[in-house]
Structure formats: C-alpha cells, structure tokens
C-alpha cells in the first residue's frame, strides 16, 4: 500500500478533515484499485464490529476502516481499538479521526507510539484563517484571485467552512480569469451576510441615507434583523480592537488580532471619523439593538434603524464640534 497501516486524522475543522480522509482513500487506491472501503462511527458503534470488519477477506482484497468521532467513541469502541492496534492486519489501513479533548487519549497514544501519520485539520475561525483558507482553494484550482474577491467571498459566505468551500469551487467551475469583487458580488452579493456588511459598511461610515437604504431592501425581501445587528457589532469591534491595538504593519496586527490583513486596513480608514467614546456609545446601542431583535422589543427592524441613527451621528461627532 501507498499510505502507512496506521493514520490519525486530528483537529475540529470537519472540511479538512474529510479530505484528509479521501486523500488516504485515494493514496491507497493507487496500488491496490480494488480497495474495499469501510465506514465505522462512533455513535451507535456495537461491540466487535471492529473485529469483524477488520477479518482478512475471503479474495484477498485490502481494506480500509475508517473509524469517525473517536472524540466521542464510546468505551466498546476504544477497547476494540486497542486489541486491533495490539495486532494489526496486514491487508488494512485503519483511519481514525478525533477531533478534540481526552476522550479516546489512551487510543491516540497508542496509534502515536505506533508510529501512525497524523495528518492535521485546525480549526478555521478568525477571518484571517477564512481568508487564508479561500486563497488556499483558488491557489489549489490553479485560479487567481484579488484580495478584494477574497474579502467579499469571506463577508458573503464566511460564517460556515463547508459553504465557503462550495462558494470558491462554484467560482471555479463558474467562471474564467482572475476572480475580482465583481464576480464575486454577481454571485453571492444578495446574501445574508453581504447585505449585513453593506449595511455596516455605510453605517460605520456615517452614511445614514444608504444605510436605512439597504435596511429596508434587506427587510424587503426578507433579511432577518438578527444577522444585520451581529454585522454591526462586529464591524465595531474590530474598529475598537484595531484602534487601540496602536501602529504597526497591517500583517503583524493582524495576526495578533485574529483578523485578516484586509480588515485592519478597512478598520484603519474607517476609525479617521471615530473617536473611543463615539465607538463606545455605538457599541452599546448595537447591543441593546441585539436584544430587541431577539424578543426583547416589539419592533426588530425599528431597533436596527435606531442602532444605525446612532453610529451615524457619532461618526465625526468631535469633528462637528
């Protein structure tokens, strides 16, 4: 076989992963065509199906076990395990993924101290990772994107690894040439979030026509309040983080941020209207605009307009004076 007897598959990102997995799947496959593929998890695993499974085949075929979720394998499962690692077969390849904590500690021990592959799949939360990780997929396509696009595409789709990886293989598939922010907006432009960032973009600028503006499209055609009002939030959080993070290149805050490079230089532009109080007394409405979108008022959309009344007439505010 072309992969080792023995892998490890660890770290939360479930996106990663899983082509961690059809990469062994595919490695193997390579010299051994007929390769028989064996799926075990951990919630309703029923003792000795490891042993079963993991039996020669009656034709010789080699086999690959994946066994999924040891982070939640129940005790039948762990002690299955470890008699298997104790004596291996031959003919297999056994995978295990384990996304987090210390159950399962003694099985990744031990496949560790067997010397297995382990293979990494971290946790992509920040903006930085989602950049990062979008640059990552047009680069493994052999596509060029601007970081403009890639910002979009972030804003757009960022809130779930798995759809922002679908979103950058549409655009693969999709389009041709370098990927900019148009092609982008032409395809995801109308969603959830990016009608939330275009409304906290005009916001934080103090734009109150065009921001009540994209409001009332948002509602208009259905937009619930909640993710407009955490767009808000955020886009004020990272002003007051990259405000008082002090100077420095883009890239170094960033990363001490857990932001993109991107966002501390959109946030750097945006804080030339701002002052601490200003983003304070923002953050605070937006907050209390927060809890009425979420039942504690009688009118979410009135709350939202009322949070961006206020951020736009604390933009420039000492300025005015």
Not at 2 to 16: D, I, N, T, Y
Not at 269 to 278: D, H, N, S, V
Request: charge should be neutral; proline fraction near 4%.
């Amino acid at each position: 076989m072309s992969a080792p007897p023995l892998v490890l598959v660890q770290g939360p990102e479930a996106v990663l992963a899983d082509r961690a997995v059809e990469q062994v799947i595919a490695d193997v496959r390579v010299t051994s065509p007929e390769l028989e593929v064996v799926t075990l998890r951990a919630e309703g695993y029923e003792e000795g199906a490891l042993t079963v499974q993991a039996s020669p085949s009656l034709f010789g075929e080699d086999k690959l076990i994946v066994v999924r979720d040891l982070h939640q394998a129940p005790d039948a499962l762990q002690v299955d395990l470890l008699a298997y690692l104790a004596d291996p077969e031959d003919s297999v390849t056994l995978v295990v993924t384990h996304a987090s904590g210390n159950r399962g500690k003694k099985v990744l021990d031990t496949l560790k101290k067997a010397k297995a592959l382990v293979l990494e799949a971290p946790a992509i939360k920040s903006d930085r990772d989602k950049a990062d990780f979008v640059t990552n997929e047009f680069r493994r396509s052999r596509r060029k994107a601007t970081s403009e696009a890639v910002q979009a595409l972030v804003e757009a789709v960022g809130r779930d690894v798995r759809e922002l990886a679908s979103a950058c293989q549409q655009l693969v598939d999709d389009t041709t040439g370098t990927i900019d922010a148009d092609v982008v907006e032409r395809y995801h432009g109308g969603r959830v979030e990016a009608t939330g960032f275009k409304v906290a973009d005009a916001a934080v600028a103090g734009q109150t026509g065009e921001a009540l503006r994209l409001l009332r499209h948002a509602v208009n055609v259905g937009v619930d309040p909640v993710p407009i009002v955490a767009v808000l939030a955020q886009q004020l959080r990272q002003l007051a983080k990259v405000g008082g993070a002090g100077r420095g290149r883009s890239a170094d805050l960033a990363r001490d941020l857990g932001m993109a490079p991107w966002q501390v230089d959109k946030a750097r532009r945006a804080l030339r209207g701002w002052t601490g109080p200003g983003l304070g007394r923002s953050i605070q409405a937006v907050a209390a605009a927060d809890f009425e979108v979420k039942g504690g008022g009688r009118d979410p959309v009135y709350a939202v307009e009322k949070a961006i009344l206020t951020i736009t007439r604390e933009f420039g505010r000492d300025q005015r004076r």
